[in-house]
């Protein structure tokens, strides 16, 4: 089934990430302009592999996990390529999952910031303008283990 998405911006947090780079080339083939946020420094070669894909992909560097920083990925992302019109918030993992009772409050809360503060961040200043403009669309993808939680290996 193809989805027609002429025209129509789509961010995607994550979108360096595997999962996220599919989602990435799926709404570009759709016919989005697709961009994603990146942290690290191996965007130009991401890039690269997106172009000789056939792929166009804009990326800013942005920490998701920051509200003002999101802020600012908004306003530039609208200013340079339009208003954004999806959101899919699919951020990469913060470290290694730990299972809840070994997690230490380091752990949680970087845990939290990667998964729930990164949503509200971006949310909060796209919701209300897609509201406004009569079209939107927010996905939020998490992982299984959120449903189902970790088990521990250990046996202490």
Known sequence: MKIELNNR????????S???????????MSGARVVTNYQDDNI??????????????????ADITDFDSCIRLVETIEDSIGPIDI???SPEPAGEAEPFHLMNKDQ????MAANIDTVFNIC????EK????????IINISSIISRMGQASHTHD
Do not use: H, P, Y
């Not at 911006?9 to 360096?16: I, K, N, P, R």
């Not at 130009?44 to 560097?61: D, L, P, R």
């Not at 949680?108 to 845990?111: G, L």
């Open 44 to 61: 130009e070669q991401w890039q690269a592999q997106m172009t000789s894909a056939g792929i166009n992909i804009s990326a800013f560097n």
């Open 130 to 137: 897609m509201s406004n403009r009569g079209f939107g669309r």
């Open 108 to 111: 949680w809360d970087k845990t």
């Open 124 to 127: 909060r200043n796209l919701a």
């Open 18 to 28: 595997q999962m996220g780079t599919a989602i990435c080339k799926q709404l570009s």
């Open 9 to 16: 911006v789509a961010l995607v947090l994550g979108g360096t």
């Open 87 to 89: 959101i899919v918030n």
